[in-house]
């Protein structure tokens, strides 16, 4: 692809180990992939964190950086590591040990849509599914990476917030109590990925704001958390999925007449978040450790 494959928005200046990331709310659709894809438009941008992008966007006055893709999922999935490649989608491809993800179409190349709706008939080559993986995929896992690094550097960690969405009928597993559904779902894979104090943070930042939270379940958090959560090097990642019923119209995948009243609720709760990543008296493990 020769068209930009993210964005950052950048604050004026950088206060704040936190840096947002939006990999599913991409919808710049690749004129060939759309004629080639054997639905219509509303039906493919289904697995998209619709609008995600623009609910974070209060994080650069935060003095917080947001990177966003404009590549959508359906396209090439940022939230999957390169080597997770479907052989029922990919030529050439072997089957390899078990990968829940890959066996469900939802590898870094993906196979089906919301609902398991196969995106195309037939098989893509290999070629085509490595160039989707060096052209988007790597440019964008390299400047959230030197996003990180940066953070680390400058504040001596560094605290990822993968920013997604989730169908609001799938939320009936993660509830938080007898008759309570979730709003909003932090992975942090059990804890392998964050500090429990960034966590703990983090949760009662959306519970000031009036909203439900829920922990790893049903969404513990994927390649993303798992690749760049380091919590024992101060590096430490998060997983946030909101319900999408909260702002946007699922089925005609439009906001709310309500979204800026709810994007002005994530403001305040993205201050607080980013707050956890402001300078204190001690580093960050050790403010971490002690709570």
Same mark, same amino acid.
């Given at each position: 692809?020769?068209? $930009? +494959?993210?964005?950052?928005?950048?604050?004026?200046?950088?206060?704040?180990?936190?840096?947002?990331?939006?990999?599913?709310?991409?919808?710049?659709?690749?004129?060939?992939?759309?004629?080639?894809?054997?639905?219509?438009?509303?039906?493919?941008?289904?697995?998209?964190?619709?609008?995600?992008?623009?609910?974070?966007?209060?994080?650069?006055?935060?003095?917080?950086?947001?990177?966003?893709?404009?590549?959508?999922?359906?396209?090439?999935?940022?939230?999957?590591?390169?080597?997770?490649?479907?052989?029922?989608?990919?030529?050439?491809?072997?089957?390899?040990?078990?990968?829940?993800?890959?066996?469900?179409?939802?590898?870094?190349?993906? #196979?089906?849509?919301?609902?398991?709706?196969?995106?195309?008939?037939?098989?893509?080559?290999? $070629?085509?599914?490595?160039?989707?993986?060096?052209?988007?995929?790597?440019?964008?896992?390299?400047?959230?990476?030197?996003?990180?690094?940066?953070?680390?550097?400058? *504040?001596?960690?560094?605290?990822?917030?993968?920013?997604?969405?989730?169908?609001?009928?799938?939320?009936?597993?993660?509830?938080?109590?007898?008759?309570?559904?979730?709003?909003?779902?932090?992975?942090?894979?059990?804890?392998?990925?964050?500090?429990?104090?960034?966590?703990?943070?983090?949760?009662?930042? *959306?519970?000031?704001?009036?909203?439900? +939270?829920? #922990?790893?379940?049903?969404?513990?958090?994927?390649?993303?958390?798992?690749?760049?959560?380091?919590?024992?090097?101060?590096?430490?990642?998060?997983?946030?999925?909101?319900?999408?019923?909260?702002?946007?119209?699922?089925?005609?995948?439009?906001?709310?007449?309500?979204?800026?009243? *709810?994007?002005?609720?994530?403001?305040?709760?993205?201050?607080?978040?980013?707050?956890?990543?402001?300078?204190?008296?001690?580093?960050?493990?050790?403010?971490?450790?002690?709570?």
């Amino acid at each position: 692809m020769s068209e $930009a +494959v993210y964005r950052v928005l950048a604050p004026a200046r950088r206060t704040t180990s936190v840096v947002f990331a939006s990999p599913h709310s991409g919808r710049a659709y690749p004129a060939d992939f759309l004629r080639q894809a054997g639905m219509d438009a509303r039906a493919i941008r289904s697995s998209e964190d619709a609008f995600v992008d623009r609910l974070f966007a209060a994080a650069p006055d935060c003095g917080a950086p947001l990177i966003a893709s404009l590549v959508p999922r359906a396209f090439v999935d940022l939230n999957r590591g390169p080597d997770e490649l479907d052989p029922a989608l990919i030529e050439g491809v072997g089957r390899g040990a078990f990968n829940a993800r890959v066996a469900s179409g939802l590898g870094v190349i993906p #196979r089906v849509v919301a609902g398991g709706r196969p995106i195309r008939q037939g098989k893509i080559t290999r $070629a085509e599914a490595e160039s989707r993986i060096d052209n988007a995929w790597r440019p964008y896992h390299a400047r959230l990476q030197a996003l990180l690094d940066e953070a680390h550097d400058g *504040f001596g960690e560094a605290i990822l917030i993968d920013c997604h969405s989730m169908p609001h009928e799938v939320l009936a597993a993660g509830r938080a109590g007898p008759g309570r559904q979730p709003d909003v779902v932090l992975g942090d894979r059990f804890g392998a990925a964050a500090a429990p104090g960034v966590v703990d943070r983090i949760a009662a930042a *959306f519970g000031a704001a009036g909203l439900t +939270v829920a #922990r790893n379940v049903p969404f513990a958090g994927a390649y993303v958390a798992q690749h760049y959560g380091r919590p024992s090097r101060n590096r430490h990642a998060v997983q946030i999925e909101i319900d999408r019923a909260l702002y946007m119209d699922e089925r005609r995948i439009e906001p709310r007449p309500d979204f800026d009243d *709810f994007r002005a609720t994530l403001a305040g709760v993205i201050a607080q978040i980013a707050a956890i990543g402001r300078p204190g008296a001690a580093s960050g493990a050790q403010r971490f450790a002690a709570e």
